[in-house]
Every structure is written in C-alpha cells, then in structure tokens.
C-alpha cells in the first residue's frame, strides 16, 4: 500500500494512523542524495536536473524493493509518483525532451519488474489548501518557494492521478478533513481504507 498526494498534505500523519488501525508496517521515504545533487540543481543550474532525478528514481526503485520484503508495509510515496517530478522538470524547461525520452523509457524498465502496490492511496487536496498547510507547518526551505511552483506542481499531481493506471487507485478528497486532531475525521479514512481494500 503506497499513500501519495502533495507537499503539505499530511502524507506521514496519515501514514502513521493508517498503519496503526491496519496493522502495517510504516516505511516512510529515505532522502538520499550523497552527492548533494539537488543542491548543485538549485545552484547551479538545470544541467544538474537530469543526473538528480535519475539518481532520486533509482533511490526509489531501491527502497521500493526493500519495503517488498517488509511484508504488509504501507508506504509514504514511492517510485510510482516519481513521474510527476519528470514531468514537472520536463513542462518548466529543466529536461530535454531526450532526457524525458530516456527517463521515461528508464521508468517504465524498472516497472516491469516490479510487483505493483496493492492500492495507492492519493490524498487529494486543492491548491490553495495545500499551500495553506504548508505556510501552516513553516518549514523555511517551504516557505521561500514561490507559489506559482506550488501550483505548477499540484496541477502534475492533479494530472498524473487522473491518468494513473498502474495499479488500484484510490483518492481521498481531504481540503476539509483533519485527520490529526479530530477522531471522527480519523475514522472516516481509516473506514474509507479499509472499504477499498475488502477488509
């Protein structure tokens, strides 16, 4: 089970409560980027975004694999979204169109040999309330991005979850819902899930 959805929108919250109430084990996304790619990106420029986002899909292949031995492990994100983050980078400029080609073909390799997840639970928020949370929690690095980024980047989730036939899917509207404090909103998802999943 992989839980998705924008920045800010309360993905390891649910993941935590989830896998609580069903049992499973929590596998939250490592950060991983030894050669400070992502920094060399932000700083020196967009001939980074293509070794970075290779380097970043191939972290997620391997933890992807490692969460498979886990057994009934639920996720927070996972190779399967990485697309929108090609996508994005591809839409403002940053990718070639060759290195999209090569990425794609990349992903769709690594698929293949991949047992797709049981359900992908994608948290579906508007862009004003994500951005709302995201003010709301203050993380600096957050803040200073411009808000046209987030937006921009909500709309490639928008659009790649709308599209997304790689396994079950199911989308859970959550602008109104807050499953952190409220126990009556907490049970509503972890119904919500257990419907989906015939448990």
């Given at each position: 089970m992989v839980i998705d959805g924008m920045t800010g929108v309360g993905k390891t919250s649910f993941l935590k409560i989830i896998a609580a109430r069903l049992n499973l084990v929590p596998y939250e996304e490592i950060f991983r980027d030894e050669n400070d790619l992502l920094g060399k990106f932000f700083t020196e420029g967009k001939e980074w975004c293509f070794p970075m986002q290779i380097s970043f899909l191939n972290n997620r292949f391997v933890q992807y694999k490692e969460a498979l031995k886990l057994g009934k492990v639920i996720m927070?994100?996972?190779i399967y979204s990485d697309p929108i983050f090609a996508s994005f980078y591809y839409k403002s400029g940053d990718f070639k169109p060759e290195e999209y080609y090569v990425y794609k073909s990349l992903f769709n390799n690594l698929i293949?040999?991949?047992?797709?997840p049981s359900i992908v639970?994608?948290?579906n928020v508007s862009a004003e309330e994500a951005?709302?949370?995201?003010?709301?929690r203050g993380r600096p690095d957050e803040l200073m991005v411009a808000e046209s980024y987030w937006r921009a980047l909500h709309q490639e989730y928008s659009d790649y979850y709308q599209n997304y036939r790689l396994s079950p899917l199911l989308t859970i509207d959550?602008?109104?819902?807050?499953?952190?404090?409220n126990?009556?909103?907490?049970?509503?998802i972890v119904s919500t899930v257990?419907?989906?999943i015939n448990l």
């Open positions: 927070d994100r996972s293949e040999s991949l047992k797709p639970i994608y948290l951005m709302r949370r995201i003010k709301k959550v602008d109104s819902l807050d499953f952190v404090n126990l009556k909103d907490q049970e509503f257990l419907n989906a």
